[in-house]
């Protein structure tokens, strides 16, 4: 199932997409579970499915705005390094080397309000913030059961779906803190929809591109990943208890605008199109 949460006549839904359609939640079903996170804290996937079955209303994607699959997630988790790339920024000779893999995961957190959803802009940050803003393609794992101590091999049980993610960058705040150079205000998206994980025969085999204006600027495929999904959520869960609706953004490979030479920042008016093998693209433009 592809499954997207949507702003309509200045209501906030979600439902199943079909095609160019997407068909909306009964109002009964919508009262019971009022976001996806509450559908799939109550493991009512199937529930959904059944209720949108039985509705005869249509709506065309190209008539509702889209909105992040999981509008209200308790947490957003990000994976640093986890492909082999070159540094966003440059050392004292002004190159970027690669970086060596990391011995260890590295995590850090997105804050409520820094992603907006297929089709909306990015807010180019103000000021000097503005000049070194960047992308990040990303494969984003949807937590369906929660759970702590999760076993590496037990943890695709606890995923739900998959969905794709522009980690936002301002390299320039980077060097002040992690945080700060990820959390700017609507600076990533996150879409177009969320992809149930029966959906994905491969997880391994995932794809990932990142089209800048057109020009294919990130390639990759979810093997390459330096610390693989079950690992992730064996590491993150070792940590804290996980919980579903949670997003696990995987990391994202070489080809940012940071680490090109010439590097390549985003700018006023350009287009950005991340693509994910069996979930879809998610397209934002700048400013």
């Known amino acids: 199932m592809k499954i997207a949460s949507f702003k309509h006549d200045s209501s906030d839904l979600f439902g199943l997409v079909q095609d160019e359609f997407v068909v909306p939640a009964s109002r009964s079903f919508v009262e019971s579970y009022p976001t996806l ?32 699959p999981i509008t209200n997630p308790q947490r957003i988790i990000c994976v640093g390094i986890n492909y082999p790339k070159r540094y966003p920024v440059a050392d004292e000779n002004g190159e970027f080397p690669f970086m060596p893999a990391p011995e260890n995961i590295i995590l850090f957190a997105k804050l409520d309000g820094t992603l907006v959803g297929h089709g909306q802009p990015l807010e180019i940050p103000v000021g000097e913030a503005a000049e070194t803003f960047d992308y990040e393609g990303e494969i984003t794992v949807v937590i369906g059961k929660g759970g702590r101590h999760i076993p590496a091999e037990n943890a695709f ?83 804290i208890d996980l919980r579903p609706g949670d997003l696990i953004a995987t990391g994202s490979p070489e080809g940012s605008g940071g680490s090109r030479k010439p590097q390549r920042f985003l700018r006023t008016g350009d287009q950005l199109e991340i693509s994910v093998s069996g979930v879809g693209t998610l397209k934002n433009r700048i400013g």
């Not at 799939?40 to 079955?53: F, G």
């Not at 990820?182 to 177009?192: L, M, Q, R, V």
């Open 37 to 68: 996170r509450d559908v799939i804290t109550a493991d009512a996937l199937e529930q959904l499915a059944a209720d949108c079955a039985q509705s005869d209303q249509n709506i065309a994607l190209s008539d509702v705005q889209l909105l992040p």
């Open 157 to 239: 049980d606890h995923i739900a779906g998959y969905t794709i993610m522009n980690d936002g960058s301002v390299r320039g705040w980077q060097k002040h803190s992690v945080h700060a150079g990820k959390n700017f205000a609507n600076s990533g998206g996150c879409g177009p929809w969320m992809v149930t994980a029966d959906e994905i025969d491969d997880p391994f085999g995932m794809t990932l591109q990142t089209r800048l204006n057109g020009e294919l600027v990130q390639d990759t495929v979810a093997s390459e990943m330096v610390f693989a999904i079950p690992e992730l959520i064996a590491y993150i869960s070792h940590t």
